[in-house]
């Protein structure tokens, strides 16, 4: 079975931290592209940060850029989101996703979590 399961997820203030993991199960991440989606209630599921299969490339989104950072390490088939500064407008279910290298990020037809929620208030 192949499956990729969300962790870390929880509570924090407005300027606090967390890090996001994402484990593999049923295959391995080698050379699969990696992302970070959320969705937050009401909107729609959004990109957060991509990291290439070489660990070479990243994206962020604007909004993210410069306090979430992504990182992957293959030898134990994890990926995490590490996010610092949360703001209030973070709050979301955050999923993780693999893809084959055709593009930036993982596409909707990529292997997908089930999600891990996010909160950020005061």
């Known amino acids: 079975q192949v499956r990729l399961v969300e962790s870390g997820g929880g509570s924090v203030q407005p300027g606090g931290s967390l890090r996001l993991s994402c484990a593999a199960s049923?295959?391995?991440?080698?050379?699969?592209?990696l992302g970070w989606f959320r969705q937050a209630p009401g909107k729609e599921r959004e990109g957060v940060s991509c990291?290439?299969?070489?660990?070479?490339?990243?994206y962020y989104a604007d909004s993210v850029k410069g306090r979430f950072t992504i990182s992957r390490d293959d030898a134990k088939n994890m990926m995490y989101l590490q996010m610092n500064s949360l703001k209030p407008e973070d709050t979301a279910v955050y999923y993780c996703?693999?893809?084959?290298?055709?593009?930036?990020?993982?596409?909707?037809?990529?292997?997908w979590g089930k999600g891990t929620q996010v909160i950020v208030s005061s």
């Open positions: 049923g295959f391995t991440l080698d050379y699969y592209v």
């Open positions: 990291i290439s299969g070489s660990g070479g490339s990243t």
């Open positions: 996703a693999a893809d084959f290298p055709y593009t930036t990020c993982p596409r909707p037809s990529g292997t």
